[in-house]
């Protein structure tokens, strides 16, 4: 099945700064990519996703690149602010099926 | 609209005891998808049910059970629970058709403590 792997599994940056967390996956017949962000106490969000036949997306200061070649895909987190802190997990999905597997999270720290 | 509902929110049981725990999908979401969430093994994933029937299976043992009713409203069950049960419980439902088909809405998670 699939296995994804995400690092770092915790991240700190100061205020402003750039972060970017990355993931493999194996499944090369994995077609969508999911990012979820999931604050203290409360349920996962998604935040941006990206579909296999799109290289990069990007919405304000997230942004998402695949390279199918070698599996891998990161999530940009650009001008970081203290409510970027949270827990990130990036996901794949093969075929239509909702068995989404998930990356085992990145714990993001903007520091002031 | 409303969101997705998870009942009851926290739950404390002992072991040998069993649970359900039940999920309202978003409305017009025909699919629901039960995860569990620990600090050592991330999310992870249990099954998938639409029209009624199971459609995915996790790597679960079979103690971990769901059905789905015809209001796509679903519950989950698990049988004999072991300390290692005790997580957040999260329930996610998706539309099966147009844009949004592969996306994923979570519900709040329900919290059971095993002791």
């Known amino acids: 099945g699939e296995n994804v792997e995400q690092h770092p599994s915790t991240l700190s940056v100061q205020e402003g700064d750039s972060a970017v967390i990355k993931c493999t996956y194996s499944?090369?017949?994995?077609?969508?990519f999911p990012w979820y962000k999931q604050e203290l106490g409360k349920r996962p969000q998604l935040i941006i996703d990206?579909?296999?036949?799109?290289g990069e997306k990007k919405d304000q200061r997230i942004a998402v690149t695949l390279n199918k070649t070698a599996k891998h895909f990161s999530l940009h987190i650009t001008e970081t602010q203290p409510e970027d802190s949270a827990v990130y997990f990036c996901?794949?999905?093969?075929?239509?099926?909702?068995?989404?597997?998930f990356g085992t999270g990145t714990r993001l720290q903007v520091t002031l | 609209k409303a969101g997705v509902t998870q009942t009851p929110r926290y739950l404390i049981k002992t072991r040998g005891q069993q649970v359900t725990l039940s999920c309202s999908p978003i409305?017009?979401?025909?699919?629901v998808s039960w995860y569990q969430q620990t600090p050592g093994q991330g999310l992870q994933f249990l099954f998938e049910?639409?029209?009624?029937?199971?459609?995915n299976k996790g790597n679960f043992p079979g103690r971990f059970s769901g059905r789905q009713f015809s209001n796509s409203r679903s519950e989950m069950n698990v049988s004999t629970l072991e300390l290692g049960d005790s997580a957040l419980y999260l329930c996610?439902?998706?539309?099966?058709?147009?844009?949004?088909?592969?996306?994923?809405?979570f519900g709040a998670g329900s919290r059971l403590t095993v002791l």
């Open positions: 996610a439902s998706r539309p099966l058709e147009g844009a949004g088909a592969n996306v994923l809405t």
């Open positions: 499944d090369s017949a994995s077609n969508y």
């Open positions: 996901a794949a999905l093969a075929g239509t099926a909702s068995k989404l597997t």
């Open positions: 409305s017009g979401h025909r699919s």
């Open positions: 990206i579909r296999s036949n799109v």
């Open positions: 049910y639409f029209s009624e029937t199971q459609r």
